[in-house]
């Protein structure tokens, strides 16, 4: 349900950013919003949870982005939605490509990047950002520094950003700004070129859990490394 939920809400903000990808929002812009909405959620309507949950709610959330928008719109060239990039980096074996869908991007008018990321559920922290254990936006800054969106290096990246659409009455969207304060291309591109090298030697194994004081939300390999097996027979010792 929640899977299905991010991907309705995903698709829909990426169809209405292509529809009105510049400029300001026309007057119709929240009906628009709506009409994009129900033709996305029309397959899953039959759906109790769909229709009588998060429908209201994607109705609430599709009032706070127009708001938003129409704060921040003036200072914008260009929103891309679902923009694909990618940047090259050396390892010991070889080039690798480093490869990131963006939900969305905005252009300032000065030419710096927005890079923006939806989140339904939780987001990560600007600490954990800064520590490098939530990568997703440091690549995508990379790509954009590195030209891999638009072939213009060397752009400022004036924000990065989570937005939160719970659609929860009293919280219905929030915006966590996450920009390390020292963040640069030297620092993103060093500590990816770290971890291209340690995955290169084949004498390193690939832990399921690196380090046990950071867990990941949802980690697909830790049944198959059998970690509660383990950490049930320590708590037994």
Not at 65 to 80: F, M, V
Not at 202 to 226: C, F, G, Q, S, V
Request: proline share 5%; net charge negative.
């Amino acid at each position: 349900d929640a899977a299905l939920r991010g991907t309705l809400f995903h698709n829909v903000l990426a169809d209405f950013t292509r529809t009105f990808p510049s400029g300001s929002l026309p007057d119709n812009a929240y009906a628009t919003l709506l009409a994009i909405g129900k033709a996305h959620f029309a397959d899953q309507w039959s759906t109790p949870a769909i229709r009588y949950f998060w429908w209201p709610r994607f109705e609430m959330v599709a009032g706070w982005i127009i708001e938003t928008e129409k704060q921040r719109r003036s200072d914008l060239a260009y929103i891309y939605a679902e923009q694909k990039g990618s940047t090259i980096l050396t390892g010991p074996a070889g080039p690798v490509e480093l490869s990131a869908r963006a939900d969305r991007l905005e252009k300032t008018k000065d030419g710096a990047w927005h890079i923006i990321d939806y989140k339904t559920g939780i987001a990560p922290s600007k600490r954990k950002v800064a520590a490098g254990r939530a990568t997703q936006l440091l690549i995508e800054a990379l790509i954009a520094w590195d030209g891999g969106y638009d072939d213009q290096l060397g752009c400022d990246i004036a924000k990065m950003q989570y937005w939160k659409l719970s659609g929860r009455k009293g919280k219905i969207g929030d915006i966590d700004d996450v920009l390390p304060d020292d963040i640069t291309p030297e620092n993103t591109r060093a500590m990816m070129q770290a971890l291209i090298t340690l995955y290169d030697n084949p004498d390193i194994a690939y832990p399921a859990e690196p380090n046990t004081k950071y867990k990941l939300t949802y980690n697909p390999y830790r049944h198959l490394a059998r970690i509660s097996e383990w950490q049930q027979e320590g708590h037994d010792e």
